[in-house]
């Protein structure tokens, strides 16, 4: 089964610094990988996605992510991070289900915080 | 939160009773799912529907239900059986799951429930 590993609970970096946000992950053939931002008490927002193509994919709010196959990693970055940047963050990969159906697992999350 | 609308934002239930938590999307996805949100676990999937009329257990499917009995809707019914019920519910969407390029999960801002 697919699975993704976020190995920080939480973050913390200083604003205009460049974060990093881990995410490893486990798939049996190609993977298909989500980066997801949740505020407090909302819903998940989308970030990013990597499906195929280029290894550094670009997203919203100026985040982007590196696909590195030989480390089986999908880090989420930013160059310089705001304050408004700080929240919950999940990474999840695609999975297909013994039906033939899709789901997505969903990784611990990782608390970022930005400090002024 | 896109156009995905749950309902009620806080629910209390109290012992022996099912309680039934709402989910509307005017996206026209075909795909809907329920999730259960605890500190440090992040998201776990409870059930999820693909097509009208079909759903699946999620990897925590135990003492909840679902319907699907409209493309729109997709309620979930947190039954007495649930012995620990007190969580943050999410309900997401997306395109079917053949729509590589397009599968990503829009979300709902969540149901919060908890026990009387």
């Known amino acids: 089964a697919q699975s993704v590993a976020q190995p920080e609970d939480q973050v913390n970096v200083a604003e205009g610094n460049p974060l990093t946000v881990k995410c490893t992950y486990s798939?049996?053939?190609?993977?298909?990988l989500f980066w997801y931002v949740q505020y407090p008490n909302r819903g998940l927002q989308f970030l990013l996605k990597y499906i195929t193509g280029d290894n550094l994919v670009k997203g919203s709010y100026g985040f982007e992510a590196e696909f590195n196959k030989s480390q089986t990693s999908f880090h989420l970055k930013k160059p310089s991070a705001l304050v408004s940047d700080s929240a919950l963050y999940f990474c999840?990969?695609?999975?297909?289900?013994?039906?033939?159906?899709?789901?997505?697992?969903f990784g611990t999350g990782t608390r970022l915080k930005v400090l002024a | 939160d896109g156009g995905i609308t749950q309902s009620p934002k806080y629910l209390f239930r109290k012992e022996g009773q099912n309680v039934t938590l709402s989910c509307e999307q005017n996206?026209?996805?075909?795909?809907m799912y329920w999730y259960r949100q605890d500190p440090g676990q992040g998201l776990r999937l409870i059930y999820y529907s693909q097509i009208v009329n079909d759903f699946q257990k999620g990897d925590i499917a135990e003492g909840y239900s679902v319907s699907r009995e409209k493309k729109e809707s997709f309620p979930l019914t947190v039954t007495s059986a649930q012995k620990n019920p007190t969580a943050f519910y999410l309900c997401?969407?997306?395109?079917?799951?053949?729509?590589?390029?397009?599968?990503?999960?829009?979300f709902g801002a969540g149901t919060r429930l908890s026990v009387l």
């Open positions: 999840a990969v695609r999975d297909m289900s013994p039906s033939g159906t899709y789901k997505y697992i």
């Open positions: 997401a969407s997306s395109m079917a799951s053949y729509r590589l390029a397009k599968n990503i999960q829009y």
């Open positions: 996206l026209n996805h075909d795909a």
């Open positions: 798939v049996s053939g190609n993977p298909y």
